[in-house]
């Protein structure tokens, strides 16, 4: 039995950019009109590679600096989510490049939420696998804030839960603006902590102990 289900739920792509390195005071995002992808991600983009230095989000697992697989090759954003939380901070709009952004996708709702290990494929084949639910940091707020005289202020707050996913390469291949993507999710329901109750976070280890 196939363990993902092919949903109904389709995307398309309506931008597309990496970055070309690392800048402690803004995120610089280069636009592109298609995009190849390799094992490692797309190959201009300082976030590629089929490893990385375990940073301060995988503190808990991993010293920091130590050298793990890497599943954020790729951070893949919502355009109407985008909207959202232009609308929250008083801007007309976000520009994907202020978010160091690699996909903007379109009409996938609830897009942040889309299950961990979900596919989202193109009709050519590429395919992208989503490891988890990105989280808002401070340096979108500094772009925002350079283009837009200090509106970037709020952007954490205004991000949480819509800041998109970040995704690694399962199958290579081309993203061009305007391909269309299929949402794939894993045929199984949602974890429910200690067997019953509502699905998410556990707080403590030893509510994963049953009684």
Excluded at 74 to 81: F, I, L, P, R, T
Excluded at 102 to 121: C, H, K
Aim: proline letters at 7%; glycine letters at 10%; a negative charge.
């Amino acid at each position: 039995m196939p363990a993902l289900i092919p949903t109904d739920h389709h995307a398309t792509v309506i931008w597309l950019g990496y970055v070309p390195h690392r800048d402690e005071a803004a995120i610089e995002t280069c636009a592109l009109d298609q995009m190849t992808l390799g094992w490692d991600g797309y190959s201009g983009d300082c976030h590629s590679g089929v490893t990385r230095p375990s940073c301060s989000r995988v503190v808990s697992q991993h010293p920091k600096n130590t050298e793990i697989r890497n599943v954020r090759q790729v951070s893949v954003v919502s355009a109407e989510e985008l909207a959202d939380i232009a609308a929250t901070l008083g801007l007309d709009a976000i520009d994907p490049a202020w978010l160091g952004a690699s996909v903007v996708l379109s009409g996938i709702p609830d897009f942040s939420y889309v299950p961990p290990s979900s596919r989202l494929q193109a009709e050519n084949g590429t395919t992208l696998v989503v490891d988890m639910q990105n989280r808002p940091c401070r340096f979108p707020a500094l772009t925002i804030g350079k283009a837009r005289h200090g509106q970037g202020r709020g952007f954490k707050e205004a991000a949480e839960g819509k800041r998109g996913v970040t995704a690694w390469v399962e199958r290579p291949g081309g993203l061009t603006i305007g391909d269309r993507l299929r949402l794939h999710i894993p045929d199984q329901r949602a974890w429910l902590a200690n067997g019953t109750g509502w699905p998410g976070r556990v707080e403590s280890a030893s509510e994963m102990v049953s009684d």
